[in-house]
Nanobody, 123 residues
């Protein structure tokens, strides 16, 4: 499975961005999907995840109420809608796919990774 993330950019604090991650080469609906982010010198951090059906979604506390993960299995795409962005949301955002059934917030639990898209939030 190949994943390609896009949609990052520069935005002012309080603004919004929608990240997209397009999958190819596999059966998208067979994978749980997640979004992670990473800043220089830090470990990759869990942001949000969706089960393969999209019926269950999870997010880390720092983004609850601001970020929403959704997926469209017909389009082989997972999204991360980010609202009320803060400077501390600045990072490279990665999408990831997981073959095993069951939610995971650990980056080692994912099998496939996109290339990352950079999000910069200015104050």
């Amino acid at each position: 499975v190949q994943l390609q993330a896009f949609g990052g950019g520069l935005v002012q604090a309080g603004g919004s961005l929608r990240l997209s991650c397009a999958a190819s080469g596999g059966t998208f609906s067979s994978y749980d999907m997640g979004w992670f982010r990473q800043t220089l010198g830090k470990e990759r951090e869990f942001v949000a995840a969706s089960t393969r059906s999209g019926n269950s979604r999870y997010s880390t506390d720092s983004v609850k109420g601001r970020f929403t993960i959704t997926r469209d299995n017909a389009k082989n795409t997972v999204y991360l809608q980010m609202n009320s962005l803060k400077p501390e949301d600045t990072a490279v955002y990665y999408c990831a796919g997981r073959r095993r059934i069951g939610y995971s917030s650990v980056y080692t639990g994912y099998d496939y990774w996109g290339q990352g898209t950079e999000v910069t939030v200015s104050s």
